[in-house]
């Protein structure tokens, strides 16, 4: 009697590990990080000219609601600034930045759909090439005082995040980011980006 309830205690233990063993994963499982590179524009400042943001970012899960994203980020254009009756003022923006934010995805993650919202600082070094103020008098005279200024600077992050799975697997995901960052250098950067993501 007392070996056929060792047996049957045997069977009962050893049963749900062959089985998860053996079953294969269904597809579309969690994968634990994403890899993903982003492309887009922003606006500088008060909206004056539209800068290029590239940038590349590991984005590990943790349970099944957050995501941390580390990010290095690449911002910069030239757009002169048009005064009027001719004349032009140049302007410029570069920054390269180390960027952390952390995501919830409030519909948890691996979905088909992924849907975050994210929130985090910045910091990073920036040249910033402007002007204080313009004037054209009387006799047309154009003149203006340039403004230039570097340095390294910190700041915060928001961001709406979605992504779409192009494989049945989830590996891969082709998505979208509306941000805002602004940062000690009153350098306010609405825009958005295009991302595309590879699940390790």
């Known amino acids: 009697m007392s070996r056929l309830i060792l047996l049957t205690l045997g069977t009962l233990l050893v049963s749900p590990v062959c089985r998860a063993q053996t079953e294969p994963k269904p597809a579309g499982h969690h994968r634990p990080a994403l890899f993903r590179l982003g492309v887009g524009n922003s606006l500088n400042g008060s909206g004056d ?8 970012e590991y984005a590990p ?9 580390s990010r290095l980020a690449y911002i910069g254009s030239s757009e002169p600034y048009e005064f009027g009756y001719g004349y032009t003022i140049p302007q410029s923006y570069r920054a390269l930045n180390l960027e952390q934010e952390v995501y919830w995805l ?42 230039r200024e570097r340095g390294f600077h910190v700041g915060y992050i928001a961001s709406l995040n979605l992504d779409f799975a192009l494989t049945p697997d989830r590996t891969w995901r082709l998505g979208g980011r509306l941000a805002l960052q602004n940062d000690t250098r009153a350098n306010i950067l609405p825009g958005g980006q295009f991302q595309l993501s590879r699940a390790w």
Not at 108 to 114: A, L, S
């Open 106 to 147: 409030p519909f948890r993650t691996g979905k088909t759909v992924e849907f975050s919202v994210g929130g985090g600082g910045f910091v990073g070094y920036a040249h910033q090439k402007s002007f204080q103020w313009a004037s054209l008098d009387a006799n047309r005279v154009f003149t203006y005082k340039a403004y």
């Open 61 to 69: 899960q943790f349970g099944q609601h957050l995501r941390l994203g």
């Open 49 to 56: 000219y539209p800068v290029l943001k590239v940038s590349a």
